[in-house]
């Protein structure tokens, strides 16, 4: 009776502690994980295939690694502020099936004009369905992805769209500077200028006041509303640009094309150390998780390892990041 | 233990129902409870009284292993029991019922009763439910409770709830010899028909089971206990039977010892600068929470809300900030009047508030220091020229406001969720400070603050007073309340009862504050 309650005890005073053991581990795991997968990936396949260090080994990250990151950048905005987007695939497949569909008839510039304002207003629907009906994000941009699915089919009437694909073509895969196609260029701006408006702009560090604590943010005076559609309809404006440059690189509208990425940009959100309980990370760290996704994916494809094998380590990185980015002290139950 | 185990041996007198020996909690450097020991025989009633803060609720989280102890042991009909297991706790005989009811709403009262202990056939493994019906309202004719055991529990109003919570209490305890049930502000929110069911469930159970009765309401205790406790700034500092003690001793062993003047720097405490309002709620009204309400404030002017938890002094102060809406009422500040006002409005009419719970309303956790406190001040750091935030102006601006609300160490990129208690306070403080605001609302601001931290927030509101802006002050201490105010407004069940003026040369006692609440 005696040492089964002192061993009880024991237990409980090593709980704390060994807790704040595991925050501090979590908190260096955000900051370092991402550059040390980089490097040991990097390191690994390079070893074991020489030829992942070719020339056309580094294009192909780069071509890849450019829609990944804009698909993921365009879903952390939600995320930070503590909601999801799972729409995000969706409304660049009809981002580019909009491109490719309008085209022929308006031309290059006008289509992408077009479907720049269509994906932003599927952004401000999903924030107003969230915040009128107060249904949780992850389940209305669910509903989303499959009426967004549904009006791409439409559209394209399930098959792939054919279109003028001159100018578009040598807009995302032309290289301005030797070497980097214009993809990535189009990438590396659009993170630049998001990582800019997170941090040093007042909407910036609203969202992350929102994801970080909604009832302090509301409390401090924030219009929280503002600022979870202005969150949303980023991320819809981030979507047609990924749209864009999915289209420009298949050089035909595919419906559904961009759904499969959306475990992948989820993946390299979390990767990079965007914790999904919100207000911690930023898009900066977004372009590192996709390097990360980027780099794996590709070095499995020069090991030819089988793709299903491929979907299985997806599904695997996620939870494992998961894990390390969030917050436990938002859900009672643990703790 | 040895000794209560040879005591069983011996068959001598038999080990008390709860006896708690030495314990002590703290949370960072302030000491919530510190060396209480409690003894209750079994069939006992036995009353805790003590102020907002003195540590009864520690004590009572303790007895029911939700907190646990520094140091000290629990020990249930002579059986030690593992601190800080709810489950340990509970299977000793300890139940609870609480201001928070636990009851699911969904369900009707007699699931309610019988959650987690259902009866079953042993053969099929179904619920029977016929019995668990007729069983619960056996139950409830016994104890001569009126309400319909088939009823959802969503349908009935609180008063019925809480009957509900501690029939199942009682319930829970009806197998099991020498149950404890602790009643931690029961009849905050009955009527005094509905306490007087309370009253004789407990008697009529108290044949057997033992009661630990938490109350603000001094002649419930009187009524129905045989013995009080009175527990002060973290001590049980007296307990005595009940009929050699009056309303008037209890409140006096409440108060504790005395503060020195300097303590609430009253050199430094002016009071209102011109008899000119700088806020005024009129007829204010929020259901379920104060009826009525009108509430004055002058330039420079510190208004203390004294009243027991649940009199609606935290929600006036929301209601102020915005952040609860009022049913009726209005709102006038320098001139302007709003009927309806979000935080958002109440910010640009000079309101800054300072919410009852930090971590829970105020910080953002894994944010620095310096973004926490440049949340409430963005519009003022926006470059001239771009809408972009200017770092450098943002760095001045922290850094001169963490000089100002004494940060230590001084380090505007630390993360707040690392911080103590008290700097984490004074970051929230550091949002109402820049900008010299009309009004500012301090609900509990020294919550879970050390001594150290609190005299510096003493003198933070002093210097804003100083500087004309009207403050409002809730704490759970009367006695800051008395030290910092220059008026005091008592609620008492949502309505004021009155007001008592508070100048540093002529303070009321607590005691007088005490009656009126």
């Given at each position: 009776m005696k040492t089964s309650n002192s061993k009880a005890e024991a237990r409980l005073t090593a709980s704390s502690p060994g807790g704040d053991a595991l925050d501090a581990v979590r908190k260096g795991a955000r900051s370092f994980l991402p550059v040390l997968a980089l490097v040991v990936l990097f390191a690994f396949f390079s070893i074991m295939r020489?030829?992942?260090?070719?020339v056309a080994s580094f294009q192909n990250i780069m071509r890849q690694g450019a829609f990944l990151t804009l698909l993921a950048l365009a879903g952390t905005t939600a995320i930070l502020t503590g909601a999801i987007d799972l729409s995000v695939a969706a409304n660049a497949t009809l981002g580019g099936i909009l491109v490719a569909d309008l085209t022929g008839s308006i031309g290059i510039w006008p289509a992408i004009g077009v479907a720049l304002i269509a994906c932003s207003v599927v952004g401000l629907v999903n924030a107003l369905v969230v915040i009128?009906?107060?249904?949780p994000s992850f389940l209305v941009t669910l509903g989303m992805l499959s009426v967004l699915d549904g009006i791409s089919n439409q559209i394209s009437g399930g098959s792939p769209i054919e279109f003028p694909t001159g100018t578009l073509s040598t807009l995302v895969n032309e290289q301005s500077i030797p070497g980097v196609p214009n993809a990535a260029l189009i990438a590396v701006v659009v993170v630049v200028i998001m990582t800019v408006l997170v941090f040093l702009t007042k909407l910036g560090r609203y969202i992350m006041a929102v994801g970080g604590n909604e009832r302090a943010a509301l409390l401090a005076g924030i219009p929280i509303n503002r600022v979870k559609i202005s969150s949303f309809i980023l991320g819809g404006l981030i979507a047609a640009i990924a749209g864009v440059v999915f289209t420009g690189q298949a050089l035909n509208g595919v419906p559904?094309?961009?759904?499969?990425s959306l475990l992948a940009s989820i993946a390299a959100i979390v990767v990079g150390?965007?914790?999904?309980?919100?207000?911690v990370g930023g898009p900066h760290r977004t372009l590192l998780g996709a390097l990360v996704i980027i780099v794996l994916s590709s070095g499995m494809d020069i090991m030819s390892i089988n793709p299903y094998v491929e979907s299985i380590v997806y599904g695997l990185v996620v939870i494992a990041a998961v894990a390390v980015t969030i917050d436990r002290r938002r859900y009672g139950a643990i703790r | 233990m040895s000794v209560t185990d040879t005591g069983q041996a011996g068959g001598a007198a038999p080990a008390p129902a709860l006896d708690c020996v030495g314990l002590s909690k703290r949370y960072g450097a302030v000491h919530?409870?510190?060396?209480a020991s409690l003894r209750i025989e079994t069939g006992e009633v036995v009353g805790l009284v003590g102020q907002n803060g003195a540590g009864k609720s520690t004590l009572v989280n303790i007895i029911c292993g939700v907190v646990t102890p520094d140091e000290g042991t629990v020990a249930i009909h002579g059986k030690p029991v593992p601190t800080g297991h709810p489950r340990a706790m509970s299977e000793a005989g300890i139940a609870v019922v609480s201001q928070e009811q636990s009851l699911?709403?969904?369900?009707t009262v007699w699931e309610n009763i019988y959650l987690g202990r259902e009866l079953t056939d042993?053969?099929?493994?179904?619920?029977?439910r016929a019995a668990m019906k007729a069983g619960a309202a056996a139950m409830f004719t016994r104890l001569g409770i009126?309400?319909?055991?088939?009823?959802?529990?969503?349908?009935?109003?609180f008063a019925s709830r809480q009957l509900v919570e501690i029939a199942r209490a009682i319930h829970q305890s009806?197998?099991?010899?020498?149950a404890i049930l602790v009643l931690d502000?029961?009849?905050?929110?009955?009527s005094p028909r509905e306490t007087e069911v309370l009253f004789s469930l407990i008697r009529q159970a108290s044949g057997g089971a033992t009661f630990l009765f938490v109350s603000h309401v001094l002649p419930d205790i009187l009524s129905l206990c045989s013995r009080v406790v009175v527990c002060t700034n973290g001590h049980l500092v007296a307990d005595r039977a009940?009929?050699?003690?009056?309303e008037r001793d209890l409140h006096e062993l409440m108060i504790g010892r005395a503060r020195s003047t300097d303590y609430y720097a009253l050199d430094r405490?002016?009071?209102?600068?011109?008899?000119?309002?700088v806020l005024e709620l009129t007829d204010g009204q929020k259901s379920g929470a104060f009826t009525d309400v009108h509430l004055t404030v002058r330039h420079g002017e510190v208004v203390g809300l004294a009243g027991?938890?649940?009199?609606g002094t935290s929600e006036v102060a929301a209601a102020i900030a915005g952040a609860l809406t009022l049913d009726a009422g209005h709102l006038t500040v320098g001139g302007q009047t709003r009927r309806r006002w979000s935080v958002h409005d109440a910010i640009a009419l000079g309101i800054r508030y300072l919410p009852p719970e930090r971590r829970r309303d105020?910080?953002?956790?894994?944010?620095s220091v310096a973004h926490n406190i440049a949340i409430s001040y963005l519009g003022d750091i926006r470059m001239s020229k771009a809408p972009l935030l200017d770092g450098g102006r943002e760095s001045r601006l922290v850094s001169r406001l963490i000089e100002q609300i004494g940060l230590?160490?001084?380090?505007?990129?630390?993360?707040?969720?690392?911080?103590?208690g008290g700097n984490q306070q004074k970051v929230v403080f550091a949002r109402l400070l820049a900008d010299g605001c009309a009004v500012a609302i301090l609900d509990?601001?020294?919550?879970?603050?050390d001594v150290g931290t609190r005299e510096e927030i003493y003198a933070m509101v002093r210097e804003l007073a100083s500087t004309g802006t009207g403050v409002i002050l809730t704490s759970e201490s009367i006695e800051e309340l008395i030290g910092l105010s220059d008026r005091l407004v008592v609620l008492r069940s949502g309505a004021v009862v009155t007001e008592i003026p508070s100048p540093p040369q002529a303070k009321p006692t607590e005691l007088e504050v005490l009656a009126c609440m």
């Open positions: 020489p030829t992942f260090l070719s009128w009906l107060r249904v559904e094309g961009a759904d499969p150390g965007t914790a999904l309980s919100g207000g | 919530a409870l510190d060396q699911v709403e969904q369900l042993p053969r099929s493994g179904l619920l029977r009126g309400i319909d055991t088939g009823a959802l529990v969503s349908d009935l109003p009806d197998g099991k010899a020498g502000e029961p009849t905050s929110g009955l009940v009929g050699d003690v009056t405490q002016g009071s209102a600068i011109s008899d000119d309002l027991i938890i649940g009199s105020a910080l953002f956790p894994h944010a230590r160490p001084p380090d505007p990129n630390r993360m707040v969720g690392e911080l103590s509990n601001p020294t919550r879970g603050v």
